[in-house]
Nanobody, 124 residues
C-alpha cells in the first residue's frame, strides 16, 4: 500500500536549521510531483514547496523562498526539505504529499497521498 513517512522534525531556536525527509513506498515515486504542506497550530493547511517528478523544477511559497530548499532522490524514493533561517512562524506540522497526475503543484485539493506529518517547533 502507499506509504509516505516523514522524519527529521524537532525543536530548534530561531535562525537554526532542520532537514526533513519523506520516504515513499507503494507507488511509482519517480512519476509524481511531490510537495510539502504545513499546518500551524490553530490554522489551516499552507502549501510550502513542490518539486517536479524529475527534480528539475522547484516551487516555493513566498513565505519560505530563499530559506527552504526542496530536493528529491528518485533512486531512494525520498523527498527532502532543507529549512534554514527558521522563524517562529515556521512552527507547524509538516506533511509531504503527492500531487495527482494532471494536478496543480500548489493546489492542496490536487494533493493525493499524504504522510502523517512531522512536527517542527521554532522557539527560543
Amino acid at each position: 500500500q502507499v506509504q509516505l513517512v516523514e522524519s527529521g522534525g524537532g525543536s530548534v531556536q530561531p535562525g537554526g536549521s532542520l532537514s526533513l525527509s519523506c520516504a515513499a513506498s507503494g507507488f511509482t515515486f519517480s512519476t509524481y510531483y511531490m510537495t510539502w504542506v504545513r499546518q500551524a497550530p490553530g490554522k489551516g493547511l499552507e502549501w510550502v514547496s513542490s518539486i517536479s517528478n524529475g527534480g528539475s523544477n522547484t516551487y516555493y511559497a513566498d513565505s519560505v523562498k530563499g530559506r527552504f530548499t526542496i530536493s528529491r532522490d528518485n533512486a531512494k524514493n525520498t523527498v527532502y526539505l532543507q529549512m534554514n533561517s527558521l522563524k517562529s512562524e515556521d512552527t507547524a506540522l509538516y506533511y509531504c504529499a503527492t500531487v495527482r497526475h494532471g494536478g496543480t503543484w500548489f493546489r492542496i485539493a490536487d494533493f493525493g497521498y499524504w504522510g502523517q506529518g512531522t512536527q517542527v517547533t521554532v522557539s527560543s
